[in-house]
């Protein structure tokens, strides 16, 4: 079943804002994954981190490793119109190293009023 | 940069028939994977492949079924479509531990 509790489900915010999401979960990982999805579309992989305590930016996005290795946090800076979309966490959880099993986070909404 | 594709991008089907959702990528990546999800709902996983000829069923249990014969090559057969498989099927790939890149999906509708 699914081990991934992302949160805040959905976010309506000011254009200009900064945004934080985060995922955790009872077990350890070795990889996160941050995606964004448009509608009708799939998703585009964000950003990827692969070390506890790893901290990675692109653009305005930045996202960082948990040290605990159960949670991961994306932050989106500035936030403009073109940032509106359902973000993602995946992850690979330490017990499927062997087989890759990759499982996601429930999403989080973004809305940007201008 | 992600090499995957997915066919077709749109499907309209009656029920009863056969289908297949055809899914090939070029990168050359071990892990392939299917997902389900209904619009802005989170991603279900239904059916995963680490190898050639080695496949797992996901988290969602799910009445269709795969086969992995070639690295590049994950197809996702419906012996009987129903109404109830009506939705959005995206298939990825990785390295398995590394980045997963995403096909755009297959808009699934059975009427």
């Known amino acids: 079943g699914q081990q991934l509790n992302q949160s805040p489900q959905s976010m309506f915010i000011q254009e200009g804002e900064d945004v934080s999401m985060n995922c955790t979960s009872s077990s350890i990982f070795n990889t996160w994954l941050w995606y964004k999805q448009d509608p009708g579309e799939g998703p585009v992989l964000l950003i990827a981190l692969y070390k506890a305590g790893e901290l990675t930016s692109n653009g305005r996005l930045t996202a960082q490793f948990g040290i605990t290795r159960k949670d991961s946090f994306l932050n989106i800076s500035a936030s403009i119109p073109s940032d509106v979309g359902i973000y993602f966490c995946?992850?690979?959880?330490?017990?499927?190293?062997?087989?890759?099993?990759?499982?996601f986070g429930q999403g989080t909404t973004l809305q940007v009023k201008p | 940069e992600a090499d995957i594709y997915q066919t077709p991008r749109y499907l309209v089907i009656g029920t009863g028939k056969k289908i297949t959702l055809e899914c090939s990528q070029t990168?050359?990546?071990?892990?392939m994977y299917w997902y389900q999800q209904d619009p802005g709902m989170e991603l279900h996983l239904i059916h995963y492949?680490?190898?050639?000829?080695?496949?797992e069923k996901g988290d969602l249990s799910s009445e269709s079924t795969v086969s992995r014969i070639r690295t590049e090559h994950f197809p996702l057969t419906l012996e009987s479509a129903r109404p109830s498989h009506t939705s959005q099927y995206l298939c990825?790939?990785?390295?398995?531990?590394?980045?997963?890149?995403f096909g755009q999906g297959t808009r699934l509708t059975v009427v």
């Open positions: 492949s680490y190898g050639v000829n080695s496949t």
């Open positions: 990168m050359g990546h071990d892990k």
């Open positions: 995946a992850g690979y959880p330490i017990f499927s190293s062997n087989t890759g099993k990759l499982i």
């Open positions: 990825a790939s990785s390295t398995g531990g590394g980045r997963a890149f």
